[in-house]
């Protein structure tokens, strides 16, 4: 049982460089999300999906698009990478089942640098 | 405005030197609490879930507690292998009904040998 995957786990862009950072889950867990975390502060909710094809925005969506085509993978892109976006993306699932537990599994993480 | 703020940001304890976290909170509707851990390089690893005043919940030498507006973590006779960053977030209800995370900037643990 993998859990949640992403990669890939480095990544170095140029400002303006659009890329996708993947993520998948083998857990059949219906919501699934993005965070990122940056020093001194708390994780910050980017984007989050309740479904397929269902996605709406978190905190700080800007600069961010997601899709949600199956149950498994929650893909975030950058569309114009900015020296902002340098920060450790975390991707996390959890079920929305009554009655289940209501907890986040945390991906090990994707760290980008824009130069 | 939703808050979790956790203290202290950074702790040093030796092996055997038990000691407590905090996690003080200010949100509407609390659905729950959580308690992480997170290793360097690592992703949060889930610990603990807390729903109302007064629950605890124990593993190995971790406790967490619950109040009204705080929770905290008791690390008993810690172990290096406890060093880590302890992470709490509170569930509450957003606008429109559905309900947001919120975390805390978390304590960054240090036990040394």
């Known amino acids: 049982n993998a859990g949640v995957t992403q990669t890939p786990k480095f990544q170095v862009l140029k400002t303006g460089q659009s890329m996708t950072l993947q993520c998948a889950q083998d857990m059949n867990h219906e919501y699934m999300s993005w965070y990122r975390q940056d020093p001194g502060m708390g994780l910050r909710l980017i984007h989050y999906s309740v479904g397929a094809g269902i996605t709406d925005q978190g905190e700080v969506p800007n600069g961010y698009n997601v899709s949600r085509s199956t149950t498994e993978d929650f893909p975030l892109r950058l569309l114009s990478a900015a020296p902002s976006q340098t920060s450790v993306y975390f991707c996390?699932?959890?079920?929305?089942?009554?009655?289940?537990?209501?907890?986040?599994?945390f991906g090990a993480g994707s760290r980008l640098t824009v130069l | 405005e939703d808050q979790v703020t956790q203290s202290p940001e950074a702790l040093r304890l030796q092996e055997g030197e038990s000691s407590s976290l905090n996690c003080s909170y200010t949100?509407?509707?609390?659905?729950?609490l959580f308690w992480y851990r997170q290793d360097p390089g690592k992703g949060p690893e889930f610990l603990f879930t807390l729903y109302s005043a007064g629950e605890e919940k124990e593993k190995e030498r971790l406790k967490a507690t619950l109040t009204k507006k705080e929770s905290f973590l008791h690390i008993t006779a810690p172990k290096p292998e406890d060093s880590a960053t302890y992470l709490c977030?509170?569930?509450?209800?957003?606008?429109?009904?559905?309900?947001?995370?919120?975390f805390g900037k978390g304590t960054k643990l240090t036990v040394n040998p």
């Open positions: 977030a509170v569930q509450a209800r957003a606008q429109g009904g559905s309900e947001k995370l919120v």
């Open positions: 996390a699932s959890r079920t929305t089942a009554f009655g289940g537990a209501n907890v986040l599994t």
């Open positions: 949100v509407s509707g609390l659905r729950g």
